[in-house]
């Protein structure tokens, strides 16, 4: 067996953090917000604190990780999976489930002119219209169609599907902080070598600028594997078993190949991923994960949508707009794509 279940038969979360350095230099460029800048704070004890990555973003950076821009596909290992596929009308590809902000909510695949997938949701649905919705029934709906989306959430905020009541939280979170961080300010200058003195406003002349950087004592990703929530959904054995593997791929894939985070943050890993929780359990090596995801998404296929990636077309002549999309909590929140 390349993974211990067993030993996480109990343990409510699974928690693992690796410490990070950057590539070159002391230097990085954190995330940042339009309204707020980076996210600095400050500990009881006056440790300066930043958020380098948040949640939303490494759930995206997971996601991607999976993802094999040549071939416009899952990773050759991964196909097989589940997900939904949208298609321009010359039937070339326009997006897909796994890439979209809402993931299959998303609106090239519920509000376009085609509703199969919509119809085949709302049937799906058909009995949580009234009532508390029934949280083992949603996880099958979700993981038929997409099981990437079990894992990072989902919101069908579709009145037509069961009210708009249809809510998947994480189960697969992370984030990146530094600890005793200090600024580091540098600058340049946009240089114009025909009109150094032209307009600026027009985008012409020579345009300083300064840019915020910084350092710190300490970066460290953490991640959280829900195993409660995962348990209580009763997808059965090798469905729980593959999400469980595929979870710790993407943490494994991210850390080895997604940490170029921006132009400025390049970083890499200092040692090795630790698991905090439960005692005793080890990650296997990516290769290993990546076998036993191949391996349990065969077993899995008749909990699958047939065939597993199913296609729906969109127009970009069609309206859009046309309802207006709730929008997402951080369940399905994206940013920076």
Not at 81 to 110: M, W
Not at 213 to 219: G, P, Q, R, S, Y
Request: charge should be negative; aromatic fraction near 6%.
């Amino acid at each position: 067996m390349i993974i211990a279940y067993d030993k996480l038969a109990n343990d409510p979360r699974l928690l693992m953090e690796a410490r990070l350095k950057p590539l070159q230099g002391d230097r990085f460029q954190p995330t940042g917000f339009a309204d707020l800048g980076p996210a600095r704070y400050t500990l009881p004890d006056g440790t300066e604190m930043l958020l380098v990555e948040s949640a939303q973003s490494v759930a995206n950076r997971m996601e991607l990780a999976c993802w094999d821009d040549a071939a416009d596909d899952l990773i050759e290992d991964l196909r097989g999976l589940p997900y939904i596929r949208v298609k321009r009308p010359d039937g070339s590809h326009l997006t897909n489930s796994v890439l979209e902000a809402h993931r299959i909510n998303s609106p090239y695949i519920l509000e376009g002119a085609d509703k199969q997938v919509f119809d085949r949701l709302k049937a799906d649905a058909a009995g949580m219209e009234i009532g508390p919705v029934r949280i083992s029934s949603l996880a099958k709906l979700v993981f038929k169609y997409d099981a990437n989306a079990v894992l990072h959430g989902v919101f069908l905020a579709k009145s037509d599907l069961a009210g708009g009541r249809l809510r998947m939280t994480r189960l697969l979170s992370g984030f990146i902080e530094g600890r005793g961080v200090a600024i580091a300010e540098s600058g340049g200058v946009k240089n114009d070598r025909v009109d150094p003195s032209g307009d600026t406003k027009q985008g012409f002349g020579n345009v300083p600028f300064h840019r915020t950087e910084f350092t710190a004592h300490e970066i460290k990703a953490y991640f959280n594997l829900d195993m409660a929530m995962l348990r209580g959904y009763g997808l059965g054995d090798n469905a729980t078993k593959m999400l469980i593997a595929l979870a710790l791929f993407k943490v494994r894939r991210f850390l080895s190949t997604g940490l170029r985070l921006r132009t400025a943050c390049d970083l890499e890993v200092a040692g090795d991923l630790v698991v905090a929780r439960p005692a005793g359990f080890t990650v296997p090596s990516e290769k290993e994960l990546l076998i036993e995801c191949k391996t349990l998404i065969g077993a899995c296929k008749s909990l699958y949508a047939d065939p597993p990636v199913t296609e729906v077309a969109w127009d970009a002549t069609e309206k859009k707009g046309s309802k207006k999309v709730t929008a997402e909590n951080d369940e399905g929140e994206k940013e920076d794509r």
